[in-house]
C-alpha cells in the first residue's frame, strides 16, 4: 500500500511537469522568452487545484482573437503561428474539466466585409484563417461563445464556417440564433451552455423573456447551466458594474447586474461575463458564482492592449454538481501589444478586481485574496 501511494505520489509530480515541457516550447513572442514565465508557479496552480471526484473544475477565460489577414495580413502572429500566442497558458486550460472562452471573431478564408468603413485600414473587422481554428483544441479550449458583436463581421459564410470548424474540433459552442445552446457531459456531470450578446445573428441579451425560457429549457435536461453574456460598456472608463443600463456607441449592452441575476434565478448556476475589454468584478448570488467580464486575454493586433485593457484573469473555478460555487483562484495574466498572453507575476489583475470588488461590491460574500485565491465570507 505504501509503495502504491509513493508511485501515484510520483506521477502526480511529474505529470504536470511533462505537460509544461509539451505545450510549452521555447520561442519567443512580443520580445520575451517564455523561459521567463514562472514555471514553478505554474505546475503548483495546476496540482494545487486538483479537486475531488465529486467537484466540477472549470478554466474561464474573456476575449480570444488569434489574429486577423484582413485588410493584410501585418496583424498575424509571428511565423503564422496562432499556438504561440497561449503557450504559456495552456496548462491551465488543459488542467480543467471544462475551458471556455469568448470567440472574439470568426474563422474564413477570404470573403468580403459584412460592415462598411469608410476607411478600410482602420475598420475593427476581424477575420482568422481557418488554419488557426485547431490552435484552440490544441490550448484547450472545449467551450466557446459565438455571441458577441465581431462573430458577424464577415456575415453568414463566416458564422457558418465557423461553426463547422469549431464542431469538427470537438469544441462545444452557442449563442447564434441558429445555433442558441450546446450539452456535454463530463464526468457524468450533464452541461448546458447558452450565450447571448446584443448583436445581430446572437441571442439577444436584453431580452428576459428569452433568457428564462432558454435558462430553463436546459435546466430541465442538465445537471448545470453555464450562461455566457457579451454584456457592458467598452474601454478602460467603463471597469465599473453600475447596476444600470450600459450604452456604448448608441447600443444597448444592458444592465449587468440585472442580467446576471435573472439568469440565475432562472436556473443559470454560471454567469460568464465578456465584452468591456477590461476586468471587472466578481460576485455570489444565490451561492452561484457571477463574473462580469474578463477583458482581453488572447487578442493579436487590433486591440489596445494599454493599462487596464492589457491585464485579464484566468479562473479557475470549482463547483459542485449542482452548480453551487466551492471556490476558485485567478491566474494574472498579461498582454504586451501586439498580443499573445503571458503570465504576470506582479498580479496586477488581481490588485484591480480587489479593488472593483471593494467600490463595486462591497456587499458581496466573495473574498478575492492578494494571491488570488477566491473564497466565500463566512458568517
Known amino acids: 500500500m505504501l509503495k502504491r501511494r509513493f508511485i501515484v505520489l510520483l506521477l502526480a509530480i511529474l505529470f504536470p511537469c511533462v505537460l509544461w515541457a509539451c505545450v510549452n516550447p521555447a520561442r519567443s513572442l512580443s520580445g520575451v522568452s517564455p523561459d521567463s514565465v514562472d514555471t514553478v508557479q505554474t505546475i503548483e496552480a495546476i496540482t494545487t487545484q486538483s479537486a475531488p471526484s465529486d467537484t466540477l473544475t ?3 477565460v474573456g476575449d480570444i482573437m488569434l489574429g486577423t489577414d484582413f485588410p493584410n495580413r501585418s496583424s498575424l502572429p509571428p511565423k503564422d503561428d496562432p499556438d504561440v500566442l497561449l ?10 474539466d471544462i475551458a471556455f472562452g469568448n470567440l472574439e471573431g470568426a474563422f474564413l478564408d477570404g470573403g468580403h466585409p459584412a460592415k462598411s468603413c469608410r476607411d478600410m485600414s482602420r475598420c475593427y473587422l476581424f477575420r482568422m484563417p481557418t488554419r488557426y481554428a485547431p490552435a484552440l483544441k490544441r490550448a484547450g479550449f472545449d467551450l466557446l461563445s459565438m455571441a458577441n458583436n465581431h462573430v458577424g463581421d464577415f456575415g453568414e459564410p463566416a458564422r457558418k464556417k ?9 469544441i462545444r459552442n452557442a449563442g447564434l440564433i441558429v445555433h442558441p445552446t ?6 457524468g456531470v450533464k452541461i448546458g451552455f447558452c450565450a447571448f450578446a446584443p448583436n445581430s445573428g446572437t441571442c439577444a441579451l436584453n431580452d428576459y423573456d428569452l433568457l428564462r425560457r432558454t435558462v430553463k ?10 450562461a455566457s453574456c457579451h454584456m457592458g460598456a467598452e474601454g478602460a472608463s467603463h471597469t465599473h458594474v453600475t447596476k444600470q443600463r450600459e450604452l456604448f456607441l448608441g447600443e444597448n449592452r444592458g444592465n449587468v447586474y440585472e442580467i446576471a441575476r435573472i439568469l440565475i434565478d432562472a436556473g443559470a448556476d454560471l454567469v460568464l461575463g465578456h465584452g468591456p475589454h477590461v476586468t471587472r468584478a466578481i460576485d455570489l ?13 488572447c487578442t493579436y493586433g487590433h486591440f489596445s492592449l494599454s493599462g487596464v485593457s492589457g491585464i485579464a484573469p484566468l479562473l479557475q473555478i470549482r463547483l459542485l454538481p449542482d452548480g453551487r460555487f ?16 503571458l503570465l504576470d507575476p506582479t498580479n496586477r489583475v488581481i490588485k484591480e478586481m480587489q479593488k472593483l470588488i471593494q467600490t463595486d ?3 458581496t460574500q466573495i473574498l478575492l485574496s492578494d494571491d488570488g485565491q477566491i473564497t466565500v465570507k463566512t458568517e
Open 58 to 60: 472549470i478554466a474561464a
Open 87 to 96: 503557450a504559456s497558458v495552456a496548462p491551465y486550460l488543459q488542467a480543467a
Open 162 to 170: 465557423t461553426r463547422q470548424l469549431l464542431d469538427s474540433l470537438g
Open 182 to 187: 450546446d450539452t456535454l457531459t463530463v464526468r
Open 217 to 226: 429549457k436546459l435546466k430541465e435536461t442538465n445537471d448545470i447551466v453555464i
Open 285 to 297: 448570488y444565490k451561492e452561484r458564482l457571477i463574473v462580469y467580464s474578463m477583458g482581453n486575454f
Open 326 to 341: 466551492i471556490d476558485g483562484r485567478i491566474i494574472a495574466t498579461k498582454q504586451i501589444a501586439p498580443g499573445g498572453t
Open 361 to 363: 461590491l462591497p456587499e
